[in-house]
């Protein structure tokens, strides 16, 4: 008979505002550039997990699916707990999937956190930091609240201050498309690692913006630390749009706010975007702009879906 236990966990994706692209060694999902993110709040995955009796059963948001990514983590699950036991996961997100919103980082986030409770491992969240690495190297960040480091070729995700470190800070999650993307990020950075003639300056330049970055951080520089921001993403996108064959994630909505932005920084308020591995745009800014920027979106974009998150905690127990 199968054990009985049914554990529920639930993580928030981890928004990098220096970005981590690039692996330093796949096989152990090392990345090659040091990454600087906030855990946003609002945003979360929750996964309950059960014994199965032969197979690993998945339902993603409701929906049966044989996910490669997700089996493999729970193989090596199995080796690195010593156990012969498949699973039954329910895995629903409170955001799109698979969007270019961090859904891997609170997904493999939450599934590390299930799987060690349901072992009763008892592993730390540095152990646990390392293990969700193994899901997805930006899912070692959102182990952890706040504002986390995860230093090129690192194992684990270091935090760096929790969530009430910058109370002002605010991210707005603009949804300029809700489809699953067309490439992953894990093909999508190997493209750009094997074929892009900016990728070594990519690695070269992400280690003095991030040093920029941090500084900016501490200090509470905020146009400083906006524009290492965009900065990144910049960067980062150029060794995608120069891959063989390039990768475009970019839709016209997704410039459309980027040049919405350009224009509130040009009345003077500080707002600075970024992007991931999907058109969704993200823009950073402080509370007491909000209104205005609000408004200005929505008069640029009136159809537009946003949401607003603040930093937000760590993996936890439900
Ligand atoms: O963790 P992955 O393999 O989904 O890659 C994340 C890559 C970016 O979101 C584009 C950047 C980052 O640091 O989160």
Redesign the pocket.
């Given at each position: 008979m199968g054990k009985m236990i049914n554990i529920t966990t639930q993580a928030s994706p981890?928004?990098?505002l220096?970005?981590?692209?690039g692996k330093q060694n796949k096989k152990q999902?090392l990345?090659a550039?040091t990454?600087l993110?906030m855990t946003l709040d609002t945003l979360h995955t929750t996964t309950e997990i059960s014994f199965s009796q032969n197979k690993d059963v998945i339902r993603l948001n409701g929906i049966e699916k044989q996910d490669d990514k997700i089996i493999q983590f729970l193989d090596f699950c199995r080796k690195y707990f010593k156990t012969d036991h498949y699973y039954t996961l329910f895995t629903e997100n409170n955001f799109p999937t698979k969007a270019?919103i961090?859904s891997?980082?609170s997904g493999?986030a939450a599934l590390a956190a299930a799987v060690n409770a349901f072992e009763n491992k008892g592993l730390d969240n540095k152990a646990l930091s390392a293990l969700a690495r193994r899901g997805?190297?930006?899912?070692s960040?959102s182990v952890f609240g706040g504002f986390t480091l995860?230093k090129a070729g690192a194992r684990e995700a270091i935090p760096l201050e929790n969530k009430d470190y910058w109370p002002e800070l605010r991210v707005m999650v603009c949804l300029v498309s809700a489809k699953e993307k067309f490439i992953?990020?894990?093909e999508a950075?190997e493209a750009s690692r094997t074929s892009s003639p900016y990728y070594s300056v990519w690695i070269k330049s992400s280690r003095s913006l991030c040093k920029h970055a941090i500084d900016a951080f501490y200090k509470k520089d905020f146009e400083k630390l906006g524009w290492a921001i965009r900065q990144s993403?910049l960067r980062?996108f150029s060794t995608m749009f120069t891959a063989h064959n390039p990768i475009i994630y970019w839709e016209p909505g997704s410039l459309q706010i980027i040049q919405t932005a350009e224009t509130l920084r040009k009345n003077g308020i500080a707002v600075f975007e970024t992007?991931?591995?999907g058109p969704q745009v993200k823009l950073f800014y402080l509370e007491p702009d909000e209104k205005q920027i609000k408004k200005m979106i929505l008069q640029e974009c009136p159809d537009l879906n946003f949401m607003i998150c603040s930093a937000g905690k760590g993996v936890r127990y439900l």
């Open positions: 981890s928004l990098a220096i970005k981590y692209w999902n990345p550039t990454s993110a270019g961090a891997s980082a493999f997805s190297a930006s899912a960040r995860l992953g990020s894990r950075m993403y980062m992007m991931d591995a």
